[in-house]
């Protein structure tokens, strides 16, 4: 029976979703400043660098001085005089515990200053530009959100009859039955005899969910608009800040920002995560079911790496990073800022649903083409690049699960033939997106620098043409209606991107479970590496129809030999699980810093396989220097004296490991370094 669908018109971000646009500008750099200062730069700000030589300088000025005006650098500080600036703010934060990294990374040199309104920018940006002490300059600027209205968001409900076979899904939410992309036996008709579909165009979540659903150990920030935590399908698998209140303005934990108890609004600068605004689209939300909607709780739908709630078994958590509300939208700083908040609090997966358009985006359909290379990419946006470097050698631990962090980006919605910027940056994993059988979605962006594809959808292949609120081929997932939880469909690139970052979660949870340890990068390898190719149905010509919920579509037929090799490999949950069996290595209890007196704690059952079901014991080499004691599965050492000793811990089924103990009194008593 056809379901009785409601259509909302609704803003959809463009270069993330088929239906979704993300418009920037572009950033200033140094050598060629007077040329490239945007003309809607905003108003009464810049961005500078420092060089690292300037440290030192910098440091004593913020000391001395809670807010300030001036750097202490005299050159500097002369023409800042000159130009009448106001604020002189460093960019990112301090957080003590993140503090040496984020020197390391040279991202405490980021400045941001403020003018008096009316400076020239223009004339600020080119006599800072001819200082020796600045490295880069380039203006501050809003992502900005625009939309159009002719594109549709369609509501679910989990109630309606569909058209698929339902026999044996391995969790009783009631929406699983339409999530195709995780499990596609074939048998759809989406309401159309034409419309084809082929089993095994999914993430192959059957055979890895027999492995492992997930991890609560595992966080995946989630960059977009607000995630409503208090959705009954994702608030049991939303990351918490138990030191935050939310949305207070105290900042309890010290790291520089307040209420952030699921995550932070970086577009308004605190910690409410706003979902209900007339001109937000539950895209966030909606991006967030797909990667850790709760699974086997007879509710809705399922994610990915959501867990088994009948069995009592957490998913992976989901952080938001809130970089667009309402009509507010993040800076080029405040993006940063979220991105490198993502990586000191624990996030190990970076979802990003947006992006800037693609350089051969068509300007006859409305798009303004973005970077064109890396090279023209990494100098429009310094910033921003060292952000996502920031975060990818950064989050994680050597002696956790992944030593990095996974930057996944949609390959961008403008039917080019290049994916956008900063998806395209080879440190990230760029995502395209497919249909039901194989086939790219129609407006799918492509290249070599795509790296995986995966379900996307396709309303412009399987929609009725000229008939609105149609949802055939569509991604189902959680979404917010009017402030209320509920359900809906989306198609793009954005909805293939978290499918990608629902497996990585889920390989990274499958690990953990194996007490398995990798490399940032090696994990990025072995998720290319596991994928399937599906060149092979790049064959022949694919109808569609643009703007196909409109009276005004038009027919288009696309000559899909022009997608070989520019889709990435589809990515395959299963397959990574069992790559993962094969690869990385044994995870090593850390060795342990503490100073004299004080007290170092490490929960063994993190390291071993099956580690909450074992005992262990602990021998100190030298009592004197350090003594060890194991209660359960906690081990405690306790400093004596300054020096050096090692530790033997034995657990009841023969395993061993060798740990460093040193004892230094300026130690931070935090267990690994």
């Not at 009859?161 to 339409?178: A, E, I, K, Q, W």
């Not at 027999?210 to 608030?235: F, Q, R």
């Not at 022949?540 to 643009?546: D, E, Q, R, T, V």
Request: overall charge negative.
């Amino acid at each position: 029976m056809k379901k009785s669908i409601y259509i909302i018109a609704l803003a959809l971000f463009l270069s993330a979703c088929s239906e979704e646009r993300y418009v920037g500008l572009a950033d200033v750099e140094k050598e060629n400043i007077a040329n490239t200062l945007p003309s809607d730069a905003m108003e009464g700000e810049l961005l500078i660098k420092f060089v690292p030589e300037m440290t030192e300088i910098l440091d004593a000025t913020s000391k001395s001085r809670s807010l300030t005006s001036r750097s202490g650098i005299p050159s500097t500080d002369e023409i800042l005089d000159i130009l009448n600036a106001y604020h002189f703010e460093r960019v990112f934060p301090v957080d003590s515990r993140t503090e040496e990294r984020t020197r390391e990374s040279g991202l405490h040199l980021w400045y941001l200053i403020r003018f008096d309104e009316g400076t020239d920018l223009q004339k600020a940006a080119d006599k800072l530009s001819g200082l020796g002490e600045i490295s880069q300059i380039q203006c501050n600027r809003k992502i900005y959100k625009s939309y159009n209205q002719q594109k549709r968001f369609i509501p679910g409900s989990t109630t309606d009859v569909h058209s698929r076979n339902v026999n044996d899904l391995p969790f009783n939410d009631p929406g699983l039955c339409y999530q195709w992309g995780y499990i596609n036996r074939g048998g759809y008709d989406f309401e159309k005899e034409w419309a084809k579909t082929i089993a095994g165009s999914d993430v192959n979540c059957e055979e890895a969910w027999e492995k492992c659903t997930g991890d609560p150990s595992i966080i995946v920030a989630v960059m977009d608009e607000g995630v409503m935590w208090n959705h009954p399908d994702l608030e049991p698998n939303m990351w918490v800040n138990e030191d935050e209140i939310y949305g207070d303005r105290t900042d309890n934990d010290n790291n520089g920002y307040q209420g952030d108890r699921y995550g932070y609004n970086f577009a308004t600068d605190r910690g409410y995560l706003a979902t209900t605004g007339s001109n937000d689209t539950g895209h966030g939300t909606h991006v967030a079911g797909t990667i850790a909607a709760v699974n086997g709780n007879g509710l809705g739908v399922c994610g990915i790496a959501g867990g088994n709630w009948a069995k009592g078994q957490e998913g992976v958590k989901i952080m938001s990073l809130q970089i667009f509300d309402d009509m507010y939208a993040a800076t080029v700083a405040m993006e940063a800022k979220a991105i490198k908040y993502a990586a000191d609090n624990g996030a190990v997966v970076l979802q990003c649903s947006w992006g800037y358009n693609s350089s051969l985006a068509n300007e006859l359909l409305g798009f303004t083409p973005g970077p064109g290379s890396e090279e023209e990419w990494v100098a429009a946006y310094p910033l921003e690049k060292d952000a996502f470097d920031y975060f990818i050698n950064n989050a994680g631990s050597p002696n956790g699960v992944i030593d990095g962090g996974v930057v996944i980006f949609a390959s961008g919605n403008e039917y080019a033939g290049m994916p956008a910027y900063p998806g395209a940056y080879s440190k990230c994993i760029c995502v395209s997106a497919i249909a039901a059988d194989f086939t790219p979605s129609t407006y799918t962006n492509y290249g070599v620098e795509v790296d995986l594809s995966a379900p996307g959808g396709d309303g412009e292949y399987y929609g009725t043409p000229g008939m609105e609120g149609d949802e055939g081929g569509m991604i189902y997932s959680t979404w917010v209606n009017e402030g209320k939880p509920t359900y809906g469909y989306y198609d793009g690139t954005s909805m293939a991107c978290p499918h990608v970052s629902g497996v990585a979660a889920l390989g990274l949870s499958y690990a953990a479970q194996l007490r398995k340890h990798f490399k940032g990068e090696e994990f990025v390898e072995l998720m290319k590496n596991s994928a399937v190719n599906i060149d092979s149905y790049f064959r022949g010509n694919k109808l569609s129809h643009y703007n196909h919920t409109s009276p005004g579509y038009s027919v288009t037929l696309k000559d899909l030999s022009e997608y070989n090799g520019k889709m990435g490999r589809l990515v395959d949950a299963g397959s990574l699980l069992r790559a993962i069996e094969q690869g990385g290595s044994a995870m090593r209890v850390p060795n342990v810093y503490v100073s004299p007196d004080n007290v170092v704690e490490i929960d063994l059952k993190l390291y071993f396989v099956k580690g909450e079901e074992l005992t262990y014991t602990c021998t100190v080499a030298d009592n004197s220097i350090a003594t060890a004691n194991v209660a359960g599965t906690t081990l405690t050492v306790k400093g004596l004296k300054v020096g050096t000793t090692t530790a033997v811990l034995r657990t009841s089924n023969g395993q061993e490991q060798t740990i460093t103990v040193t004892v230094r009194k300026n130690a931070g008593n935090n267990g690994w370094m």
